[in-house]
Antibody, heavy 119, light 106 residues
Framework: QVQLQESGPGLVKPSETLSLTCTVS??????????WNWIRQPPGKGLEWIGY???????RNNPSLKSRVTISKDTSKNQFSLKLSSVTAADTAVYYC???????????WGQGTTVIVSS | SYEVTQPPSVSVSPGQTASITCSGD??????ACWFQQKPGQSPVLVIY???WRPSGIPERFSGSNSGNTATLTISGTQAMDEADYYC?????????FGGGTKLTVL
């Protein structure tokens, strides 16, 4: 059974870069047709999609985040990562990684990790 | 950019049927999913491909999608179904979430 686990600093200073990693167990980030997603949820608010990396390595990001987002994967470590640059307090949120397959939906989520942006 | 809209809240009595809507332009032409999220927990997929239930999801959860509206229906609603529900669709290879609906069972 595939499991996802987010990791990374819980506190980031304004204007710096937020970096998170999602470790995949029980499956492979290179498995065919899977999209590996990052989603966030500010305190008391709804879900916001950040972006994904396809198993092939192609990526797509939420246009609202403009060019601040970089998503990559490390096949040797079976991980995929998020970098969000120039963070502000508005980037404070619980960050989730999640797996999507066209035949099964976004069916596996990590437990989420809280990131606070503050000096 | 494409948007989908949900009512902020829906209330239902135990044992009754709850319907949560998700509206968007020609949403019926897209693939809609639904997630349940309880406080402090990660979202859980309850409906995908408009009306398919993942294994382990009770039969009382069903979905439909036609025209401009996708609907999540919970039949015989139980107290344990009280949660936030989010619809999700794809548009131009990007993921779109609705704002969420708080379902209260009272």
């Amino acid at each position: 059974q595939v499991q996802l686990q987010e990791s990374g600093p819980g506190l980031v200073k304004p204007s710096e870069t937020l970096s998170l990693t999602c470790t995949v167990s029980g499956g492979s980030v290179s498995s065919g047709s899977y999209y590996w997603n990052w989603i966030r949820q500010p305190p008391g608010k709804g879900l916001e999609w950040i972006g994904y990396i396809y198993y092939s390595g192609s990526t797509r990001n939420n246009p609202s985040l403009k060019s601040r987002v970089t998503i990559s994967k490390d096949t040797s470590k079976n991980q995929f990562s998020l970098k969000l640059s120039s963070v502000t307090a508005a980037d404070t949120a619980v960050y989730y990684c999640a797996r999507y397959h066209p035949q099964g939906g976004m069916d596996v989520w990590g437990q989420g990790t809280t990131v606070i942006v503050s000096s | 950019s494409y948007e989908v809209t949900q009512p902020p809240s829906v209330s239902v009595s135990p044992g009754q049927t709850a319907s949560i809507t998700c509206s968007g332009d020609k949403l019926g032409d897209k693939d809609a999913c639904w997630f349940q999220q309880k406080p402090g927990q990660s979202p859980v997929l309850v409906i995908y491909h408009n009306s398919w239930r993942p294994s382990g999801i009770p039969e009382r959860f069903s979905g439909s999608n036609s025209g401009n509206t996708a609907t999540l229906t919970i039949s015989g609603t139980q107290a344990m179904d009280e949660a936030d529900y989010y619809c999700q669709a794809w548009d131009s290879s990007t993921v779109i979430f609705g704002g969420g609906t708080k379902l209260t069972v009272l």
